[in-house]
């Protein structure tokens, strides 16, 4: 019986695993793993120092109050002179002076709220929330035929800009796309590879083939300009990935720290446990 049980929950973790796999592919891409430094204190800061900068122009985070920095080692004063706009205070939360009429009105959407963003895109049992932020900031290119000059490989046809641009190497991209089409009055299997500079102008080329048996597929593979440009935009991305993912859950680190304290304890009760109970058992067997 309980090898039997044994048996279910490990094919109940390998069917969850199997379906996070499918959301994550038809997410648009394949999602990496992001460098944890959710405990080094210069890379949150410097998360958020790019927090501010870059995404808290359209994007607010009303469940921060910026006296909260304090926690990744920041000093009020530190706070005071370099994060915060002319109006706010050190007890104001992070919030935009853009309201979501005029965001609705410019972007087509309001940007959401980033204050829980990581655990809004984490995905049981697969990519957590850092690591899609840290690959969806990373996969942007140019594309002149998208309305804001950009595409992203884990978002295709995203409304966002790429508001990170000047800090990220240039990109090449290569589209290989295969989809059924008309071709001379019938319908045939099509690859379509598109190369896109790093200027977002396409050249293509197709082919039929007349063997394929797979599904429709679209695959891009991004190739940065400048690498060692790239090494630190990756670095930076890592930092404010992490970032985010602390101010999900400010107090994470506790909790793990309680947690780990809490199954030694029950560990060690369990022996306790165990042993009385041979030791109050042993005269009636």
Request: proline share 5%; glycine share 8%; aromatic share 10%.
């Amino acid at each position: 019986h309980g090898m039997t049980m044994i048996k279910k929950i490990l094919g109940a973790l390998a069917l969850a695993l199997s379906l996070g796999s499918v959301v994550h592919a038809a997410g648009g891409g394949a999602i990496e793993s992001a460098p944890n430094r959710i405990t080094d204190l210069p890379a949150l800061q410097n998360g958020a120092k790019l927090f501010v900068n870059y995404c808290l122009n359209c994007h607010s985070a009303n469940a921060m109050r910026y006296n909260k920095l304090t926690d990744i080692g920041l000093t009020e004063e530190e706070i005071k002179k370099n994060l915060l706009f002319t109006t706010d205070k050190i007890g104001n939360t992070m919030s935009i002076a853009m309201t979501p009429a005029d965001s609705s009105k410019w972007f087509g959407t309001t940007p959401p709220d980033l204050s829980v963003i990581a655990r809004a895109k984490s995905v049981n049992l697969g990519p957590s929330g850092t690591d899609y932020i840290y690959t969806y900031l990373r996969t942007f290119y140019r594309d002149t035929t998208r309305p804001t000059g950009w595409d992203n490989v884990v978002f295709p046809n995203v409304g966002m800009p790429n508001v990170m641009w000047d800090r990220q190497s240039p990109m090449t991209a290569q589209r290989t796309k295969i989809s059924p089409n008309e071709v001379d009055g019938a319908q045939q299997w099509v690859r379509t590879v598109t190369t896109i500079d790093q200027y977002g102008f396409h050249t293509s080329t197709s082919e039929v083939l007349p063997n394929y048996t797979g599904e429709d597929s679209e695959v891009v593979v991004l190739t940065p300009v400048d690498p060692d440009l790239q090494a630190q935009f990756d670095s930076d991305v890592a930092d404010l990935s992490n970032f985010l993912a602390w101010m999900a859950e400010p107090g994470q680190t506790l909790r793990k720290q309680i947690g780990v304290g809490v199954m030694l304890f029950l560990f060690l009760f369990f022996i306790v446990a165990w042993r009385l109970n041979k030791a109050y058992w042993k005269h009636i067997k």
